[in-house]
Nanobody, 120 residues
Framework: QVQLVESGGGLVQAGGSLRLSCAAS????????MGWYRQAPGKQRELVAA???????NYAASVKGRFTIPKDNAKNLVYLQMNSLKPEDTAVYYCNAGRQVMGVIQSEYWGQGTQVTVSS
C-alpha cells in the first residue's frame, strides 16, 4: 500500500501562484509514475501533470507553460508548481501514484485531495 498526503491548496487571485506538495509513504518502491489530477464541480477528473521515474513529464494542454511537476526523490515528494493561475484552474487537486507497465496501470493510489480556488 502507498499513502499520499497533499498540502498547499488555498485561495489565490488570478495571475498568482501556488505550490502543491504530495508526500508518498509505504510501498513506494512499487511506484514508477506520480502525477496530479483535478476535478472541478460538475466535471470529470482530468490529468493535470505526471512524471515518470526517468523524469519524463506529461502535461494537460490547458496548463502547459504555466504548471510544472518537480519531484524530490530523496524525500519522496512530488510538487505541482502552478503559475499564472486562472479562475478555470479552480478545482480539487488530487495526487496520484502508481505503477504502469507499457501503458497499462497495474496499481494506483490517490490522495485525499486539496482545494484550489482562483478568484477573478
Amino acid at each position: 500500500q502507498v499513502q499520499l498526503v497533499e498540502s498547499g491548496g488555498g485561495l489565490v487571485q488570478a495571475g498568482g501562484s501556488l505550490r502543491l506538495s504530495c508526500a508518498a509513504s509505504g510501498s513506494i518502491f512499487n511506484i514508477n509514475v506520480m502525477g496530479w489530477y483535478r476535478q472541478a464541480p460538475g466535471k470529470q477528473r482530468e490529468l493535470v501533470a505526471a512524471i515518470a521515474d526517468g523524469g519524463s513529464t506529461n502535461y494537460a494542454a490547458s496548463v502547459k507553460g504555466r504548471f510544472t511537476i518537480p519531484k524530490d526523490n530523496a524525500k519522496n515528494l512530488v510538487y505541482l508548481q502552478m503559475n499564472s493561475l486562472k479562475p478555470e484552474d479552480t478545482a480539487v487537486y488530487y495526487c496520484n501514484a502508481g505503477r504502469q507497465v507499457m501503458g497499462v496501470i497495474q496499481s494506483e493510489y490517490w490522495g485525499q485531495g486539496t482545494q484550489v480556488t482562483v478568484s477573478s
